[in-house]
């Protein structure tokens, strides 16, 4: 813990340069090659690295960032998925470093951090209330609103007197504004981002018409006779504000469940295993420094690190995750245990027969990463429709950016 405090205190770019170190690569990265060791592809081979993504909020960020991420030498493609919020990319390490391509779109409000990385928590639980509450405020903002605005789509000419009418329109005004400084927040910040990088996402449009309709209303309510004339449209403000959030608050919570199933299985392995030394006795290490001939023990409820077969002791093992098996599987003497299953009931030592990328688990891992990652046919054909309309939004190109500075990310 104190060492993820010193680490987490460290500026950007500090902070990124410890995935330098070839030994990291192997905890968020693999060789592009299957057939390439990782001391060839460390050296002069083609690593592919599977990231999460923090500050994106419409498909037009996956398009930018895709465009940022191959304007760096040394990336040869990267895939970007504005549904899961992940990308996969594949550079050279002869060419550059993941610092490099990861700091790259810190200027544009991005940030790239290694999926497996202890460092890139999901959302926490006060920014998922926040949104919450911003939801909630529009909600009920939404309804009162709308009730005052009742009498005016039923009731007859003459039916509704000016000073009653008059007390409505500015009860309306009052309910709008904790909707339009409170709960429109996300989308103000997100058009300012984009207006500062010089470029358009589905944010800015949505801030403009609801500072537009929300200014008419007002200058509707305060001046009746004035040359903005006399409707006012709070009631349709509220309630397109209200449809968003209610949008973006269920993919949030959807992309959270899904996000934290691949996580809960990128995270089966153990830290660290008890291994046997030449002597007899057992230290604990970490398990990437196992290598295959390694005797380990595992304890009940632990996971196994590896593929292995065992050598001592019978036990059941959990398999659940990794073969659909929901009831335990006996395991005796001479059995082959899977890597990210659990022991459960005794003791038992293992022979590691396969480590990293060669293990069942790892290949699970991939798949389920690439799935996330990957865009169906209907997608990829959607994104090269877009990419010209994309072009004309932009002011200038989106790499590099206008300005220098780190821009901070949105809220989320």
């Known amino acids: 813990m104190q060492a993820a405090a010193l680490l987490s205190a460290l500026p950007e770019p500090g902070r990124l340069a410890v995935f330098d170190d070839p030994d990291e ?105 926040l949104a919450l509450w911003r939801w909630l405020v529009a909600g009920f903002c939404m309804m009162q609103v709308m009730m005052y605005a009742t009498p005016a789509y039923v009731a007859g000419p003459g039916d509704i007197t000016p000073d009653i009418q008059s007390l409505l329109r500015w009860a309306s005004w009052v309910l709008s504004l904790p909707v339009v400084f409170f709960s429109c927040a996300p989308f103000f910040g997100n058009a300012l981002r984009d207006l500062r990088q010089r470029r358009i996402s589905m944010d800015l449009p949505v801030a403009l018409g609801i500072i537009m309709t929300f200014a008419v209303s007002s200058a509707a309510t305060f001046e009746p006779q004035g040359r903005w004339g006399q409707e006012v449209y709070f009631d349709s403000l509220t309630m397109f504000v209200f449809f968003l959030l209610t949008g973006r608050w269920l993919e949030q919570r959807l ?30 290490v970490a398990v990437r420094r196992l290598v295959p001939g390694d005797l380990v023990r595992v304890l009940p409820g632990e996971a196994f690190p590896a593929d292995g077969t065992i050598v001592l002791g019978d036990t059941f093992a959990d398999e659940a995750l990794l073969t659909g098996e929901s009831r335990p599987v006996a395991r005796p003497l001479g059995a082959s245990v899977l890597a990210g299953s659990h022991n459960l009931s005794a003791t038992v ?24 990652v990957d865009k169906p046919r209907l997608a990829l054909l959607a994104d090269q429709v877009a990419k010209p309309f994309w072009a004309l939004c932009c002011w200038s190109p989106p790499w590099p950016p206008p300005t220098g500075g780190t821009q901070t990310p949105p809220e989320a």
């Open 25 to 129: 690569w192997a905890t968020f990265s693999q060789p592009a090659d299957p057939t390439a060791g990782q001391s060839s592809a460390a050296s002069t081979g083609l690593w592919e690295s599977q990231v999460v993504v923090r500050g994106m909020h419409c498909a037009a960020c996956s398009l930018t960032l895709e465009q940022a991420l191959l304007g760096i030498q040394g990336v040869v493609s990267a895939q970007v998925s504005a549904a899961s919020r992940r990308a996969s990319i594949v550079w050279s390490a002869a060419l550059t470093r993941p610092s490099q391509w990861m700091g790259a779109p810190l200027a544009l409000g991005y940030r790239l951090l290694p999926a497996a990385d202890a460092f890139a928590p999901q959302p926490g639980r006060k920014a998922a209330r």
């Open 255 to 284: 992309r959270a469940r899904t996000a934290g199933a691949l996580d809960s299985l990128m995270q089966r392995l153990p830290d660290s295993i008890e291994r046997q030394l030449p002597g007899g006795g057992f230290e604990r």
């Open 349 to 372: 030592q293992v022979r590691i027969d396969n480590i990293g990328e060669t293990t069942r688990y790892a290949q699970i891992v991939a798949l389920m990463a690439r799935a996330a």
